[in-house]
């Protein structure tokens, strides 16, 4: 009798394992309800098999046709709705999303050789003995730049003229940017980059993932105080951890008091605006929006309308990622200029005068250096090179410990005092 229960345990088991998964994974997530009727499916669609079909269409939106780097999370948001009506099924996960992307992309190289799909840095390439620290963040982009520096030949070039930098060196508030835009998340610094969104309306940009650190609260505290400092922007998803967020860079939460629980103190009041992404945004631009747990209530210190808050406490919320670039783009530079960043920047009168002397001696060290220029180079062209000069170097090297191209400028310049008799 045993041996029969044991067997019935058996297939009764091995007939519900699939669904007792199922059950398993709805109580954890409740999108993974709207997949069960494809658990049981007997007309499942092979994932790797509507991949052409979604990520071309997807990549095109997203990008703006090509003209604008994608994030793996956009291409992510771009895909989903594509995916669901070509299969029947949610891409729930973005490890699903980057995974048939890689595989796609594999598959069509002469396709996507031109997509610009970047990932967020995850760590940082250093750079030895030169002539300030070189650290390179180890993302897409910058990497691709870095392999794109480095592949450019570097031969001694007679005509290239040294000169003293000409931009006045003050990298302060007010004098090198009149703002800072603090985004919530990493992802969108290449799409920035490439836009020139600091540049063009000088702005410096910050950026944390999640919560903001004691650092960034801090500089913030100084740099974007009310009376004296420059004007902050916040820029977060539209749910309740982006208006958190957005409240906890400028203050601390009475919650936090109680609990003692305070990571930083502001000094000073921030002069701050908080771009959003709102509702308002998200309805304008027709950003979809997904399932998310509800929140039990919202603090009224976070600065939500009444209709914000009944949208999240239904259990939903749109992240920035729905935007696709040209329209992240669009939408950004259009809350900059309502925020009356659109006049080039000025610094203070004293600034301006300091800025002006030290102007003309860059000016005249230039003309030095132009003027001396044409001989020295002269000079290099026609010099003899030493015999043995690897030998020399190594010697120079071993004497003072430092890299090669110092050792061998110091050579070169005993060989130029010599000739000119000094």
Not at 258 to 268: H, P, S
Not at 390 to 409: G, N, Q, T
């Amino acid at each position: 009798m045993s041996n029969l229960t044991d067997d019935l345990a058996k297939c009764v088991l091995g007939a519900t394992k699939k669904y007792t998964k199922q059950r398993k994974a709805e109580m954890r997530d409740a999108r993974a309800y709207s997949n069960r009727r494809y658990m049981y499916s007997s007309r499942r669609v092979s994932y790797t098999s509507v991949a052409h079909r979604i990520f071309p269409e997807a990549y095109k939106h997203a990008s703006g046709n090509g003209t604008l780097p994608v994030s793996k999370r956009q291409m992510y948001y771009a895909s989903r709705d594509l995916f669901h009506k070509a299969t029947g099924r949610a891409m729930d996960k973005q490890a699903t999303c980057d995974s048939l992307l890689l595989r796609f992309m594999n598959a069509h190289p002469a396709m996507t050789a031109s997509w610009k799909i970047t990932a967020d840095p995850r760590g940082t390439l250093l750079i030895p003995n030169t002539w300030q620290e070189t650290r390179i963040p180890c993302g897409t982009l910058d990497i691709d730049g870095h392999l794109h520096e480095i592949n450019t030949e570097r031969l001694c070039n007679t005509e290239r003229l040294p000169t003293v930098p000409k931009q006045w060196p003050s990298i302060a508030p007010g004098q090198r940017y009149r703002a800072v835009l603090y985004i919530e998340k990493e992802g969108f610094e290449p799409l920035l980059r490439q836009a020139r969104i600091a540049e063009r309306f000088e702005i410096a940009v910050m950026s944390c993932k999640g919560q903001s650190v004691v650092a960034a609260r801090k500089f913030v505290d100084h740099v974007c105080r009310v009376n004296g400092g420059v004007p902050l922007f916040v820029v977060h998803d539209f749910d309740l951890h982006g208006f958190f967020i957005g409240a906890r860079l400028t203050s601390v939460s009475e919650r936090a008091e109680e609990q003692g629980r305070v990571a930083y103190r502001f000094r000073n009041e921030i002069n701050v605006t908080d771009f959003g992404l709102r509702l308002a945004d998200a309805q304008k631009y027709k950003l979809v929006d997904e399932q998310c747990k509800a929140p039990e209530h919202i603090d009224a210190d976070l600065g939500c309308t009444q209709e914000e808050k009944e949208f999240l406490l239904s259990g939903r919320r749109i992240e920035l990622n729905a935007f696709s670039s040209p329209q992240l783009i669009e939408w950004l530079e259009t809350k900059l200029r309502d925020a009356g960043i659109t006049e080039r920047m000025m610094p203070a009168d004293d600034v301006l005068d300091a800025a002006y002397r030290e102007a003309i001696i860059t000016a005249r060290v230039n003309a030095a250096i132009r003027r001396e220029h044409r001989q020295a180079a002269n000079d290099a062209r026609a010099a003899r090179l030493p015999s043995k000069l690897a030998a020399k170097v190594r010697a120079a090297m071993a004497k003072r410990d430092e890299p090669w191209d110092l050792a061998l400028h110091r050579i070169a310049a005993q060989r130029v005092k010599r000739d000119q008799g000094e």
